[in-house]
C-alpha cells in the first residue's frame, strides 16, 4: 500500500471509530427506587435488577455511560418530573403523571396489583370495592393501583406506608385489615420477615399494571427519548427483552 492510500484507509478509519460514539455521547443518571427484581441494590452496592441492565445495554448501544441512584419512590417521581435526572426505572403509566413524565413507547415488565391480609382473618374480596368501606387499608407512597381503585379512592379508609415491610408489619399487629400491594415486590420479603403462611394474598387481582422507562418532559430530553425507544424496540423484537425477564423472574409484556 502506497504513502497516499494508507494515509487515506487511517483516516476513514478514524472517522468510522468517530462515528459509532453520537457527538451528544454522555453519562446518563437513572434513577429509581426499591422494587424486587426490578431496581434494587446488590450486596456488593451496585445497582441491579432487569430495569438497571435494559438501561445498561441500551446505553452502551446509544454510546451512553449510565451512572444509577436509589430513591424513595415519591422523591424518584419529583427528580425526573423536575429534570434532575435521565430516565425514570419502572413507574406504571398514569394520567397524572403523563402530566408531569414523559414515558418509554413500550413497557418493559408486568405486576398483578392484590390485596395481602392476614390468614387468621378469614378475609375475602370479590372485586366489588363499595364492599370495602369498613376495612382499614395500607398502601405504598407513590403507588398507583390502576383507574378502578383511583376511583375508589374517596370511598376507602386509606393509610400510607413508605416500603412494603412497613405495610407488611402495619397489617400483622393489626393495625389494618388489608395491605394493597404487587406480588413481585412483597412475595420475597413475606419470606425475609418469615411471614409465609400468616399473610395470605387474595385471589381476585385489583389491576394488571406495567412498568416503564420514564423521562423528563422538557424537549431537550427528547431525542434521547426517541433514540431509547427505537433501541428498545430492537430489544424487543429480537427476543432479548423475554430472556432477560426470564433470567430476573420478571414477567414481560
Do not use: C
Amino acid at each position: 500500500m502506497g504513502k497516499r492510500a494508507a494515509i487515506f484507509a487511517a483516516t476513514m478509519l478514524i472517522g468510522a471509530t468517530g462515528a459509532m460514539q453520537p457527538a451528544s455521547a454522555r453519562e446518563l443518571v437513572a434513577i429509581g427506587a426499591h422494587f424486587e427484581r426490578v431496581f434494587e441494590r446488590g450486596q456488593e452496592g451496585e445497582i441491579i435488577g432487569l430495569g438497571p441492565e435494559i438501561v445498561r445495554i441500551l446505553a452502551q448501544r446509544m454510546g451512553h455511560t449510565v451512572r444509577f441512584e436509589l430513591y424513595p419512590w415519591a422523591r424518584a417521581q419529583a427528580l425526573i418530573a423536575q429534570g434532575k435526572a435521565d430516565i425514570l426505572v419502572g413507574p406504571y403509566k398514569t394520567a397524572e403523571r403523563q402530566q408531569t413524565m414523559a414515558f418509554s413507547k413500550l413497557a418493559f415488565y408486568q405486576d398483578q396489583m392484590v390485596f395481602y391480609a392476614r390468614n387468621d382473618a378469614n378475609a375475602s374480596w370479590n372485586g366489588d370495592f363499595g364492599a370495602l368501606g369498613d376495612q382499614r387499608i395500607v398502601v405504598l407512597n407513590g403507588w398507583a393501583y390502576g383507574a378502578a381503585f383511583d376511583q375508589a379512592r374517596p370511598q376507602l379508609r386509606l393509610s400510607v406506608a413508605n416500603s412494603v415491610d412497613s405495610g407488611l408489619k402495619m397489617l400483622v399487629h393489626q393495625h389494618v385489615n388489608l395491605f394493597a400491594s404487587n406480588r413481585r415486590n412483597t412475595e420475597p420479603v413475606l419470606g425475609r420477615l418469615g411471614l409465609v403462611g400468616q399473610i395470605v394474598m387474595l385471589p381476585k387481582v385489583i389491576d394488571v399494571q406495567e412498568g416503564y422507562f420514564a423521562f423528563p418532559r422538557d424537549t431537550s430530553f427528547d431525542t434521547l427519548r426517541r433514540d431509547f425507544d427505537a433501541a428498545f424496540q430492537r430489544m424487543v423484537d429480537s427476543g432479548e427483552l423475554k430472556k432477560l425477564g426470564q433470567r430476573h423472574e420478571v414477567i414481560v409484556p
